[in-house]
């Protein structure tokens, strides 16, 4: 997207001032594309309005979910899958035939939302906090109801805060619990790095940044080679050396596994979410 071009010509409501809403917009209104005065909230708590409101000078908010549907074309509902139900109910009479619903609740499908908020035009996407930086993932799956040109400018609009992949909706559920997830699981695990090189005898704050940029540029050199990780870490594992012994260790307590396992238990919560919609 071309800095300073608009992607939407009129406003964009978001329903929800969490942190996934506090990063999307922040990361929409990054490269000028969208600007603060283009957002209009809705969210009831307090202190959620406060904290986007003074990263984002200058952004509009709405006393009700209907308020904010009313001002926009585009209406983003950023809310946890409890809050669905009563958001959809609120913001479904000012729902028009130009609104498309964009929906980050995890687990709930687009027919759920298309029948609470009154329109098949409907869009799921699956961010990740990275968005706030910039270098987020975004899954989108759309409904068919949903014309090319609006689902390009959604697109556009998700690419402004990192990566876009298109989907089929059956998929989300796993594209949830990888790259939605995804975050909690390496946040753990630049932490273990990090307690382990204090337990090695590195100060804190050396080990922390050595596990950040290790983890970092590790994940640059796979996208830029291409090679599968494996490659990566035979590479390093010379034999008899300091990596192949730190991996045996791995190995035995059945790390590899517990990942496996973790994504497999995000991907089973993912719907059973979806089934109490």
Same mark, same amino acid.
């Given at each position: 997207?071309?800095?300073?071009?608009?992607?939407?010509?009129?406003?964009?409501?978001?329903?929800?001032?969490?942190?996934?809403?506090?990063?999307? *917009?922040?990361?929409?209104?990054?490269?000028?594309?969208?600007?603060?005065?283009?957002?209009?909230?809705?969210?009831?708590?307090?202190?959620?309005?406060?904290?986007?409101?003074?990263?984002?000078?200058?952004?509009?908010?709405?006393?009700?979910?209907?308020?904010?549907?009313?001002?926009?074309?585009?209406?983003?509902? *950023?809310?946890?899958?409890?809050? *669905? *139900?009563?958001?959809?109910?609120?913001?479904?009479?000012?729902?028009?035939?130009?609104?498309?619903?964009?929906?980050?609740?995890?687990?709930?499908?687009?027919?759920?939302?298309?029948?609470?908020?009154?329109?098949? !035009?409907?869009?799921?996407?699956?961010?990740?906090?990275?968005?706030?930086?910039?270098?987020?993932?975004?899954?989108?799956?759309?409904?068919?109801?949903?014309?090319?040109?609006?689902?390009?400018?959604?697109?556009?609009?998700?690419?402004?805060?990192?990566?876009?992949?298109?989907?089929?909706?059956?998929?989300?559920?796993?594209?949830?619990?990888?790259?939605?997830?995804?975050?909690?699981?390496?946040?753990?695990?630049?932490?273990?790095?990090?307690?382990?090189?204090?337990?090695?005898?590195?100060?804190?704050?050396?080990?922390?940044?050595?596990?950040?940029?290790?983890?970092?540029?590790?994940?640059?050199?796979?996208?830029?080679?291409?090679?599968?990780?494996?490659?990566?870490?035979?590479?390093?594992?010379?034999?008899?050396?300091?990596?192949?012994?730190?991996?045996?260790?791995?190995?035995?307590?059945?790390? !590899?596994?517990?990942?496996?396992?973790?994504?497999?238990?995000?991907?089973?919560?993912?719907?059973?979410?979806?089934?109490?919609?």
């Amino acid at each position: 997207m071309t800095a300073g071009v608009p992607i939407f010509d009129q406003s964009i409501a978001l329903i929800g001032a969490g942190q996934m809403g506090r990063a999307l *917009a922040a990361g929409f209104c990054r490269d000028g594309g969208i600007t603060a005065a283009d957002l209009v909230v809705y969210d009831p708590i307090e202190a959620a309005r406060s904290l986007i409101a003074e990263s984002l000078p200058g952004i509009r908010f709405a006393t009700t979910a209907a308020e904010a549907a009313s001002l926009a074309r585009l209406v983003i509902l *950023a809310i946890k899958p409890q809050q *669905a *139900a009563a958001a959809c109910a609120d913001l479904q009479p000012a729902v028009t035939d130009q609104s498309v619903v964009i929906s980050i609740v995890a687990g709930l499908p687009i027919a759920t939302i298309a029948t609470a908020t009154g329109t098949d !035009r409907v869009i799921r996407v699956m961010p990740n906090t990275p968005c706030l930086v910039g270098q987020g993932v975004s899954v989108v799956a759309s409904a068919e109801a949903v014309d090319r040109v609006e689902r390009d400018r959604v697109l556009a609009l998700f690419a402004s805060v990192g990566s876009v992949h298109e989907v089929a909706e059956s998929l989300l559920n796993a594209v949830t619990a990888v790259s939605g997830s995804g975050p909690g699981y390496i946040a753990l695990l630049v932490e273990a790095l990090a307690d382990g090189g204090v337990r090695a005898g590195l100060p804190r704050p050396l080990a922390q940044a050595l596990a950040i940029e290790t983890f970092g540029g590790t994940a640059t050199l796979l996208a830029t080679t291409g090679e599968h990780p494996a490659v990566i870490r035979d590479r390093v594992s010379s034999p008899g050396g300091t990596t192949i012994a730190g991996l045996a260790v791995l190995e035995q307590a059945g790390v !590899r596994a517990a990942i496996s396992d973790a994504v497999a238990a995000a991907t089973a919560r993912a719907a059973e979410l979806a089934r109490q919609s």
